[in-house]
């Protein structure tokens, strides 16, 4: 193995893959093509042949280009450069906005058919002034990497390579105001530039202690720590709280029952619950960061029964299950639960836990299609049906995308 590294061949790509990647073979072989779109015709580079049922590669050359390529709207991130110099965060900005929903809808739809035998129409519904902005200026945290001489700039892709840029077009004008991009930065890992909703831009060094910010999401304001975690796009934490708001049936939603926000973060959308049934609603976020558990309290404080608790959810739903009572386990089973787990999802576990517990229903806030697809198949067997999905363009010029949907019970 390794013989074929730096071989150039000819590939036409047929679909998409998870992770971005489009698709094509070679004397039958998978080869998995970054910078290419499905239909295309191109010129390829190998760049991993160590393994016998898949390569991978780099398109350096478009033979045969797709209607829906385009210029790249990060130069520094176009096919013209070399791959192992290509800036990484940005691997759908050579497609038409409009085309890469239409990709990502079927990675969605393709995971939730092929993991969890479900046919779905769901669409990728695109943010307000995503359109106008070409897809430009969402981002409201970006997180650069520091070279050898102290420039800053994203990783290439697949890559600890640190590729210096003078710009970052999917960053806010307020971040690329604030970057300091041409200044050096010897001795530090990362510089993070952030513009919260409330006060200035600011810059986070390295391993810099955590201070607190404000983020305000319609009329309600969050407190949160300027290195904690918070939706990047600048409509997400809005959009977010009104589809989980929308997700869950009131129907069987029980204000008094043991709703759980697990993976809760700093109470984004405990508090969405929260706003949609009022002040007697109980909730409880759960989360393993301590100082976001600290502000999930302080942000949650105005609902007398909404808590907010330290725990790892799996180590947390498996003490609930074996310490709950027989009056527990009623207001359990009368619970919305609200899931919002990392990139991994929420696994085998939680998911059994979750379905031996059985909740009125799970609204499951999913930021990868394939942890979702499977997820929702884990939850099959324990009763629960998928009622519903939405996919929403958080990530424009990216190949990510968030969904949320309902599981209720048979």
């Not at 398109?59 to 192992?84: G, N, T």
């Not at 986070?204 to 305000?216: A, N, Y």
């Not at 498996?318 to 990392?342: C, G, K, M």
């Amino acid at each position: 193995m390794g013989e074929n590294i730096g071989r150039e061949v000819e590939l036409t790509v047929e679909r998409i893959a998870h992770g971005g990647i489009s698709v094509g073979r070679l004397d039958g072989r998978v080869v998995f093509v970054a910078d290419a779109i499905p239909g295309e015709t191109v010129r390829a580079r190998i760049s991993d042949d160590r393994k016998k049922s898949f390569w991978r590669a780099d398109a350096i050359e478009v033979l045969q280009p797709s209607e829906h390529r385009r210029e790249h709207v990060w130069p520094v991130a176009s096919i013209d450069r070399d791959p192992r110099q290509r800036a990484g965060g940005a691997e759908f900005g050579h497609i038409a906005l409009s085309h890469q929903r239409e990709l990502k809808r079927q990675v969605l739809a393709e995971s939730l058919q092929r993991m969890a035998g479900i046919e779905s129409d769901v669409k990728v519904e695109q943010l307000p002034g995503d359109h106008a902005a070409n897809g430009l200026g969402w981002r409201t945290r970006i997180r650069l990497h520091v070279d050898g001489e102290g420039r800053i700039g994203p990783m290439a892709s697949r890559s600890h390579t640190v590729i210096p840029v003078t710009d970052a077009p999917l960053a806010s004008p307020a971040v690329q105001a604030a970057t300091p991009f041409s200044e050096r930065f010897t001795g530090l890992g990362t510089v993070d530039v952030l513009a919260p909703t409330v006060g200035d831009p600011r810059l986070v060094l390295g391993e810099q202690k955590p201070t607190v910010i404000t983020e305000r999401v319609g009329e309600r304001s969050f407190r949160l720590d300027d290195t904690g975690f918070w939706q990047v796009h600048r409509e997400a934490p809005a959009a977010l709280t009104a589809a989980v708001q929308g997700a869950i049936d009131d129907a069987i939603f029980d204000a008094r029952a043991a709703n759980l926000d697990l993976y809760g973060g700093v109470g984004l959308l405990a508090a969405a619950v929260g706003d949609r049934f009022g002040a007697a609603t109980r909730i409880t976020s759960v989360e393993s960061d301590e100082r976001a558990t600290e502000h999930a309290a302080e942000n949650l404080a105005e609902w007398v029964g909404a808590a907010a608790i330290t725990a790892r959810v799996d180590r947390f739903l498996r003490e609930l299950e074996q310490s709950a009572s027989a009056a527990e386990r009623a207001r359990l089973r009368a619970a919305t639960v609200v899931l919002d787990p990392p990139r991994s999802g929420a696994g085998t576990e939680v998911m059994a836990v979750l379905g031996r517990l059985a909740p009125a229903q799970v609204i499951y806030v999913a930021c990868d299609p394939v942890a979702l697809a499977r997820d929702v198949a884990l939850a099959a067997p324990h009763g629960y049906r998928l009622a519903g999905v939405r996919a929403f363009d958080l990530f424009p010029h990216t190949h990510h995308v968030e969904a949320v949907a309902s599981l209720v019970r048979d």
